[in-house]
């Protein structure tokens, strides 16, 4: 897999259980004559689908936020106290989620953080920063597309480029998140260190770069045990890091609730999955349920699954293009959910709230609440994905048996030993949080904390595999179901697909699904007559399907030449 994110191997699981048919093995051509004026164009549009399937990414669910009127962060910064300033660039929330710990982890150096969504601030207030004594303002970003800003810090991009501020007195530092597989590596990580330098602001700590193709963790461990001490160093405090409490989330179990105010999966607003009474328009934080019409298997035998399947969008009002994706809100494997309550000895009906103590925070719960336990892993927590080293570091803080915990410590250090086992037991091993505690029995964290700690689980996106001039009220999704054996003899699922193979309607069973579109740059050469090459390492057959139904419009349309195409891996039926 191309490009597959080894550090987070539960993404390279949804991964392969993403839209794509998925291997190298599977190569479409179609051919019409002359074929490579045109190979740059599918090239590069290929990397990006092939990337999509390595690893699923979002919107930012704060992306369609308006700007809140309390944009002004050096004011808040300046009431509660705060020095360190940590602005994010995320789509798939791993720049949020490093900005989070470097907030929390500058009170462990006796500062006082703040995490900040740049789409949410003011950027030009940026040059007042310097009116805070020792104030650091440290910036996470990923890099996307050809070397593009994430949504989120689409407009920091824009303020940048204009550089009309004088950022002199302002102190920074900066972490860039990308992947070597990209020609455009790190490329704003790279541009926000140099445009600030450029404006005149003070690069307190060197530039750091994360390669999600390598060891992303890794990086950022490594680049932010060293950041800290020079930190400190320049402000004249004492390097050594405190052992203080790190929760974030108060707990609230709610012993009379009223059970129509609790949520059951939404991703804003109470109720707005009630099929039948949503509105339009729908986005990321609005998805429609869409109902599935068709769900069936592409192959007939064999032990490889690949479904085939027809998403209802009539009355949505959503439209799309051949080449654009749908994103879909999974549900975790009720199995594994089942399972993580267990082995942490809690109440699946538990009806809970996590508040955030830091009221100043814009973020008052890492997720909808009031819900319960069950709700929680089912819908908010992602419980597949590979427990980052911080996770480890907490979670040995509930662990009895002395050797169960050195495990979990020497495993979140940052000793080479340490760092090589973490890289053997966990990434190697795919151990998710269930698999840890599984083989760590004494390790019992507080499920509240696990919910806190784990990531929120992100919709999964699909390559788009119809024409919507063929299928106006449907969207078509060719998916490969995830599965594998790891090699302590469990068996890893993805979680979409997964999710998805048992929702197959059948004697009057009605299932629907949240989804919303996300718009692409994957398109057809914009005259019908271009003769194209149509190739699909990694990233499948299935948004070729679209391009072909699209072209087959065209053909009835007279707008292109007779044409055809060649599938060399025919186990998946098109058509023609
Ligand atoms: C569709 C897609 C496009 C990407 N484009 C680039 C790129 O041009 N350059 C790069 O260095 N990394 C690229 N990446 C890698 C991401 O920047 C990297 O995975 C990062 O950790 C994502 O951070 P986030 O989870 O905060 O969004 C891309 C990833 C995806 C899924």
Request: glycine content about 8%; aromatic content about 10%; some cysteine.
């Amino acid at each position: 897999m191309d490009g597959a994110p080894e550090m987070v191997e539960a993404a390279a699981e949804e991964v392969a259980g993403e839209p794509l048919v998925g291997t190298l093995d599977l190569v479409l051509l179609t051919l019409l004559g002359a074929v490579s004026v045109y190979y740059f164009f599918i090239r590069n549009s290929t990397k990006k689908e092939d990337n999509a399937a390595l690893k699923s990414f979002t919107i930012s669910p704060t992306q369609l936020t308006p700007r809140p009127t309390d944009s002004n962060f050096i004011s808040k910064m300046k009431s509660s106290g705060r020095n360190v300033i940590v602005f994010y660039g995320s789509q798939t929330g791993t720049a949020e989620e490093f900005a989070g710990r470097l907030a929390k982890e500058a009170t462990r150096y006796g500062m006082k953080g703040m995490v900040a969504d740049p789409e949410e601030c003011d950027m030009s207030e940026l040059a007042q920063l310097g009116e805070i004594e020792n104030h650091l303002a440290i910036f996470c970003v990923a890099t996307y597309g050809e070397g593009d800003p994430t949504d989120n810090a689409q407009e920091f991009y824009e303020f940048l480029q204009n550089g009309e501020e004088q950022l002199d007195g302002v102190q920074y530092t900066v972490f860039g998140l990308g992947n070597k597989t990209y020609e455009h590596y790190n490329a704003m990580g790279k541009y926000v260190d140099k445009r600030l330098a450029e404006m005149g602001a003070k690069q307190l700590f060197e530039y750091g770069m994360g390669d999600d193709d390598a060891n992303m963790e890794d990086d950022f461990i490594t680049w932010k045990d060293a950041m800290w001490p020079k930190v400190c160093e320049a402000f004249g405090i004492d390097a050594q890091a405190q052992d203080i409490n790190m929760k974030q989330y108060k707990l609230t179990v709610h012993e009379d609730y009223d059970p129509t105010r609790l949520f059951t999966g939404e991703i804003a607003r109470l109720n707005s999955l009630k099929v039948g009474s949503q509105r339009p328009p729908f986005d990321v934080k609005n998805p429609f349920m869409a109902e599935i019409g068709i769900n069936r298997e592409l192959f007939k035998s064999g032990d490889r699954n690949c479904l085939h399947i027809e998403l209802d969008i009539e009355g949505s009002r959503i439209r799309y293009d051949a080449g654009d994706h749908v994103a879909i809100y999974p549900n975790n494997d009720q199995g594994l959910v089942t399972r993580l309550i267990e082995l942490v000895g809690e109440d699946a009906k538990k009806v809970i709230t996590l508040t955030n103590v830091d009221e100043d925070s814009s973020k008052k719960h890492p997720f909808p609440c009031p819900c319960t336990y069950h709700i929680a892993l089912s819908h908010y927590v992602d419980i597949t994905a590979l427990p980052r080293t911080h996770v480890l570091k907490e979670i040995a803080e509930y662990t009895t048996d002395n050797k169960e915990k050195e495990k979990l410590l020497l495993m979140s250090g940052t000793s080479e030993g340490g760092k090589a086992e973490y890289q053997r037991w966990v990434v190697q091993d795919v151990r998710s949080i269930v698999h840890i505690l599984e083989d760590l029995p004494s390790c019992k964290p507080p499920l509240d904390y696990l919910c806190e700690l784990l990531p929120r689980l992100q919709a999964r996106y699909y390559s788009i595999s119809s024409s919507s001039k063929l299928y106006q009220n449907t969207i078509h999704v060719t998916a490969n179901v995830l599965k594998y054996e790891t090699p302590t003899g469990r068996l890893n699922k993805g979680v979409c697909t997964t999710y998805m193979q048992t929702l197959k309607p059948d004697n009057g069973t009605k299932y629907h699904v949240p989804i919303f579109v996300r718009k692409s740059q994957f398109r057809l050469p914009s005259k019908p007559q271009t003769p194209i090459l149509m190739i699909g390492p990694g990233t499948g057959i299935a948004p070729f399907r679209g391009f072909i139904q699209e072209r087959s419009i065209q053909k009835e349309e007279g707008k292109n030449r007779p044409w055809q195409f060649v599938l060399i891996n025919n186990d998946l039926h098109l058509g023609s």
